[in-house]
């Protein structure tokens, strides 16, 4: 049984920083690609960074870049997410994910909610101005 579970979330003011980790366990399949989606209230849930077993070439939306750090560690089948200079708008329920993808990096990298089928229950990220 894959279970996943975040951890780090919390509340800070505009311009602060926050680590999010997800923990996963029962998962051996490889490649795997492992990520970060986020629900605002009222919003559809969309996805934030991903990434590759490799750990080339993640991906993140726009709205994060340059703010936003993902890092795979392997060998404990862990993916983190470094957010800094964080906005109003990153506030919402931070869902870690883990799949895997035939076709690398760019499948992984590229690929939509619906594709992933085990998730984290979600962690609270406040960010008030």
């Known amino acids: 049984q894959v279970q996943l579970v975040e951890s780090g979330g919390g509340s800070v003011y505009a311009g602060g920083s926050l680590r999010l980790s997800c923990a996963s366990a029962?998962?051996?399949?490889?490649?795997?690609?492992m990520g970060w989606f986020r629900q605002a209230p009222g919003k559809e849930r969309e996805k934030v960074a991903l990434?590759?077993?490799?750990?080339?070439?993640?991906y993140y939306a726009d709205s994060v870049k340059g703010r936003f750090t993902i890092s795979l560690h392997n060998a404990k089948n862990m993916v983190n997410l470094q957010m800094n200079n964080l906005k109003p708008e990153d506030a919402g329920i931070y869902y870690c994910?883990?799949?895997?993808?035939?076709?690398?990096?760019?499948?992984?990298?590229?690929?939509?909610?619906?594709?992933?089928?085990?998730w984290g229950p979600g962690t609270q990220i406040t960010v008030s101005s």
């Open positions: 994910a883990v799949d895997s993808f035939v076709g690398g990096s760019s499948t992984c990298t590229g690929t939509t909610e619906t594709n992933f089928r085990y």
């Open positions: 029962g998962y051996s399949d490889l490649p795997k690609c």
């Open positions: 990434i590759y077993y490799g750990g080339d070439y993640p």
